[in-house]
């Protein structure tokens, strides 16, 4: 679902997409829990909509 917000980018999708994936994957093994990583997904996605919204205006 990604891939259309990196313009199709392959070195920005490995990279960013490949990084954060490392990070959602190490707390899944860490906590055995599906959704931990999942909220970690949701807090970043949130954090950084909020941050945007407040610089953009």
Do not use: E, P
């Not at 990604?2 to 199709?8: G, N, P």
């Not at 490949?18 to 997904?41: A, D, P």
């Amino acid at each position: 679902m990604h891939f259309s917000t990196y313009d199709w980018h392959w070195a920005q999708m490995i990279i960013l997409i490949g990084g954060s994936r490392i990070f959602y994957n190490g707390v899944y093994i860490r906590t055995k829990n599906l959704w931990v990583s999942y909220l970690c997904h949701f807090l970043w996605d949130t954090i950084t909509l909020v941050i945007v919204i407040v610089l953009h205006h």
